[in-house]
Nanobody, 123 residues
Framework: QVQLVESGGGLVQAGGSLRLSCAAS????????MGWFRQAPGKEREFVSA????????YYADSVKGRFTISRDNAKNTVYLQMNSLKPEDTAVYYC????????????????WGQGTQVTVSS
């Protein structure tokens, strides 16, 4: 089992930045690929970014490419999502997820999920 706890969400003005953190406990964090997803009100949950277990490979949704950066610190059992140049359309609950094999954009492939953290971007 892997337990995931997100933090770092909040209210920010358009153009601002936030850094989300996802702290993991349980089984060996460094063996898991990690992903970030988000769900806006009235919409389906969507993929944001993913990172391989060593951190050498990353992937981004087109909507956040160039603005968001995913990273991980396996010594701290934590994955991060640095979000810059935020837009009102980035408003959503952000979830981190863990997968025991390679990273993927498909949420159904992730085994463990956090409870989510709210990000609100005002115009």
């Amino acid at each position: 089992q892997v337990q995931l706890v997100e933090s770092g969400g909040g209210l920010v003005q358009a153009g601002g930045s936030l850094r989300l953190s996802c702290a993991a406990s349980g089984r060996t964090f460094s063996s898991y690929a990690m992903g970030w997803f988000r769900q806006a009100p009235g919409k389906e949950r969507e993929f944001v970014s993913a990172i391989s277990w060593r951190g050498g490979n990353t992937y981004y949704a087109d909507s956040v490419k160039g603005r968001f950066t995913i990273s991980r610190d396996n010594a701290k059992n934590t994955v991060y999502l640095q979000m810059n140049s935020l837009k009102p359309e980035d408003t959503a609950v952000y979830y981190c997820a863990a997968r025991g094999t390679g990273y993927t954009i498909n949420e159904d492939d992730y085994e463990y999920w956090g409870q989510g953290t709210q990000v609100t971007v005002s115009s």
